[in-house]
Nanobody, 117 residues
Framework: QVQLVESGGGLVQPGGSLRLSCAAS????????MGWYRQAPGKQRELVAV???????KYADSVKGRFAISRDNAKSTVYLQMNSLKPEDTAVYYC???????????WGQGTQVTVSS
Protein backbone atom coordinates (compact mmCIF):
# COMPACT_ATOMS: atom_id res chain seq x y z
CA GLN A 1 0.00 0.00 0.00
CA VAL A 2 1.59 3.24 -1.16
CA GLN A 3 0.67 6.38 0.71
CA LEU A 4 0.67 9.71 -1.09
CA VAL A 5 0.70 13.00 0.80
CA GLU A 6 0.07 16.28 -1.02
CA SER A 7 1.17 19.67 0.24
CA GLY A 8 1.62 23.20 -1.01
CA GLY A 9 -1.97 24.26 -1.50
CA GLY A 10 -3.39 27.50 -0.20
CA LEU A 11 -4.94 30.82 -1.07
CA VAL A 12 -3.38 32.82 -3.89
CA GLN A 13 -4.40 35.86 -5.90
CA PRO A 14 -5.19 35.59 -9.61
CA GLY A 15 -1.97 35.61 -11.59
CA GLY A 16 -0.02 34.10 -8.74
CA SER A 17 1.86 30.82 -8.46
CA LEU A 18 1.87 27.75 -6.27
CA ARG A 19 3.94 24.60 -6.23
CA LEU A 20 2.26 21.42 -5.11
CA SER A 21 4.23 18.44 -3.86
CA CYS A 22 3.23 14.81 -3.58
CA ALA A 23 5.43 12.62 -1.41
CA ALA A 24 5.14 8.87 -1.77
CA SER A 25 5.80 6.46 1.10
CA UNK A 26 8.05 4.33 -1.08
CA UNK A 27 10.24 4.60 -4.13
CA UNK A 28 8.52 5.82 -7.28
CA UNK A 29 9.60 3.54 -10.05
CA UNK A 30 9.94 5.01 -13.49
CA UNK A 31 7.28 2.59 -14.76
CA UNK A 32 4.71 4.27 -12.55
CA UNK A 33 2.44 6.87 -14.08
CA MET A 34 2.15 9.90 -11.84
CA GLY A 35 -0.65 12.37 -12.24
CA TRP A 36 -2.40 15.36 -10.75
CA TYR A 37 -6.18 15.64 -10.79
CA ARG A 38 -8.54 18.25 -9.41
CA GLN A 39 -12.13 18.45 -8.32
CA ALA A 40 -14.05 21.68 -7.97
CA PRO A 41 -17.29 21.89 -5.96
CA GLY A 42 -20.17 20.32 -7.85
CA LYS A 43 -17.92 19.03 -10.62
CA GLN A 44 -16.34 15.72 -11.49
CA ARG A 45 -12.70 15.03 -10.84
CA GLU A 46 -10.64 15.88 -13.90
CA LEU A 47 -7.13 15.23 -15.11
CA VAL A 48 -4.74 18.16 -14.81
CA ALA A 49 -1.40 16.65 -15.78
CA VAL A 50 0.10 13.21 -16.07
CA UNK A 51 3.62 11.92 -16.58
CA UNK A 52 3.59 8.46 -18.10
CA UNK A 53 6.35 5.92 -18.28
CA UNK A 54 5.43 5.52 -21.95
CA UNK A 55 3.75 8.40 -23.68
CA UNK A 56 5.39 11.33 -22.00
CA UNK A 57 3.62 14.21 -20.35
CA LYS A 58 0.06 15.32 -21.03
CA TYR A 59 -1.83 18.35 -19.79
CA ALA A 60 -5.45 19.39 -19.76
CA ASP A 61 -6.03 22.06 -22.38
CA SER A 62 -7.09 24.48 -19.66
CA VAL A 63 -3.65 24.41 -18.00
CA LYS A 64 -1.29 24.06 -20.96
CA GLY A 65 1.45 26.66 -20.85
CA ARG A 66 0.71 27.50 -17.21
CA PHE A 67 1.25 24.28 -15.26
CA ALA A 68 4.21 21.90 -15.27
CA ILE A 69 4.48 18.42 -13.78
CA SER A 70 7.81 16.99 -12.73
CA ARG A 71 9.09 14.13 -10.62
CA ASP A 72 12.11 13.35 -8.53
CA ASN A 73 12.26 9.58 -8.25
CA ALA A 74 15.13 9.70 -5.79
CA LYS A 75 12.98 11.77 -3.43
CA SER A 76 9.82 9.82 -4.29
CA THR A 77 8.14 13.15 -4.95
CA VAL A 78 6.05 14.56 -7.76
CA TYR A 79 5.51 18.27 -8.24
CA LEU A 80 2.98 20.50 -9.95
CA GLN A 81 4.19 24.01 -10.65
CA MET A 82 1.18 26.24 -11.23
CA ASN A 83 1.68 29.70 -12.71
CA SER A 84 -0.71 32.42 -13.88
CA LEU A 85 -3.41 30.97 -11.68
CA LYS A 86 -7.03 31.79 -12.43
CA PRO A 87 -10.14 31.64 -10.23
CA GLU A 88 -11.32 28.66 -12.27
CA ASP A 89 -8.27 26.73 -11.06
CA THR A 90 -9.84 26.67 -7.60
CA ALA A 91 -10.28 23.03 -6.57
CA VAL A 92 -8.98 20.24 -4.41
CA TYR A 93 -5.91 18.83 -6.11
CA TYR A 94 -5.14 15.12 -5.84
CA CYS A 95 -2.02 13.15 -6.60
CA UNK A 96 -2.35 9.74 -8.24
CA UNK A 97 0.02 6.84 -8.80
CA UNK A 98 -0.74 4.08 -11.29
CA UNK A 99 1.34 1.00 -11.85
CA UNK A 100 1.43 -1.64 -14.60
CA UNK A 101 -1.28 -3.65 -12.83
CA UNK A 102 -4.83 -2.39 -12.13
CA UNK A 103 -4.33 -3.03 -8.42
CA UNK A 104 -1.62 -0.39 -8.33
CA UNK A 105 -3.77 2.74 -8.22
CA UNK A 106 -3.33 5.06 -5.25
CA TRP A 107 -4.64 8.51 -4.36
CA GLY A 108 -3.58 11.16 -1.93
CA GLN A 109 -5.95 12.94 0.44
CA GLY A 110 -5.95 16.14 -1.60
CA THR A 111 -4.84 19.71 -1.04
CA GLN A 112 -7.05 22.76 -1.44
CA VAL A 113 -6.09 25.46 -3.93
CA THR A 114 -8.12 28.66 -3.85
CA VAL A 115 -7.52 31.44 -6.36
CA SER A 116 -9.25 34.61 -5.28
CA SER A 117 -8.62 38.30 -4.82
Amino acid sequence: QVQLVESGGGLVQPGGSLRLSCAASEYIFSIYTMGWYRQAPGKQRELVAVEQSVGGIKYADSVKGRFAISRDNAKSTVYLQMNSLKPEDTAVYYCNLKGPRPTIDYWGQGTQVTVSS
